[in-house]
């Protein structure tokens, strides 16, 4: 059986999909050009509230029906500092979790390297493009209940940390792009997103399907 590290803390198992995506309910995802997705978010104050758990519910089971590695609030439309994950990184160790007000910490350039890989997002349906990062990133931030919280991740999962904290701030992948480089993944995104808003389309009726009775 495969590493699961839920809030990094190694866990035994743990269910697929993680119990929060089966408890909230998908939202829209917002797409680029939105106004919420180009401005820093606001910081989590409200701690320990059902509507904070309720969002990271709804975030968790938008994010199983957009089959993503992560998503950040402001791409369900909500203006606040905080993101979920649930994805395997390069050695198979499955990552699940949540961080609210995420700081990446600055690491001396001789614990980490850059890496230029391909990068999606579920704002920008269908494209991806190769963007450099560093493979090693540590963030500090708070969990649901304001407890402190320091999560480290390598590869691919490192990658998804930045990506997700860069959204916080206002910023997408296509950002990193040179200007051409934009100008291209946003036509490929023109041609593409219809089929993948209508696959999400489709795994929402699923997810709102009741199973059938049993005999």
């Known amino acids: 059986m495969s590493e699961v590290r839920v809030q990094g803390v190694p866990t035994p198992s743990h269910p697929s999909p993680t119990p929060e995506a089966g408890r909230g309910t998908p939202r829209r995802i917002t797409v680029v050009g939105e106004e919420v997705l180009s401005r820093r978010c606001q910081p989590v104050t409200g701690f320990g509230t059902p509507e904070l758990a309720a969002l990271i519910d709804d975030m968790f089971a938008t994010n199983h029906i957009a089959e993503g590695a992560a998503i950040a609030a402001n791409q369900v439309g909500v203006d606040l500092q905080l993101f ?5 990184d390069d050695w198979g160790v499955r990552h699940v979790g949540h961080i609210a007000n995420p700081v990446l910490e600055d690491l001396p350039a001789d614990a980490r390297r850059l890496v230029e890989e391909p990068e999606g997002c579920l704002s920008v349906p269908g494209p991806y493009r ?3 990062r560093p493979d090693h990133a540590i963030v500090r931030g708070r969990d649901k209940d304001g407890n402190p919280l320091v999560i480290e991740g390598r590869g691919y999962f490192a990658r998804c940390l930045q990506h997700e904290t860069d959204h916080l701030y206002g910023r997408l992948y296509l950002d990193r792009l040179t200007r051409r480089e934009r100008a291209r993944a946003l036509r490929e995104m023109a041609d593409l997103q ?8 489709s795994r929402i009726q699923e997810h709102r399907t009741p199973p059938p009775a049993a005999p």
């Open 130 to 132: 190769d963007v450099a």
């Open 194 to 201: 219809d089929a993948v808003l209508a696959r999400r389309a």
């Open 84 to 88: 979920v994950w649930d994805m395997t």
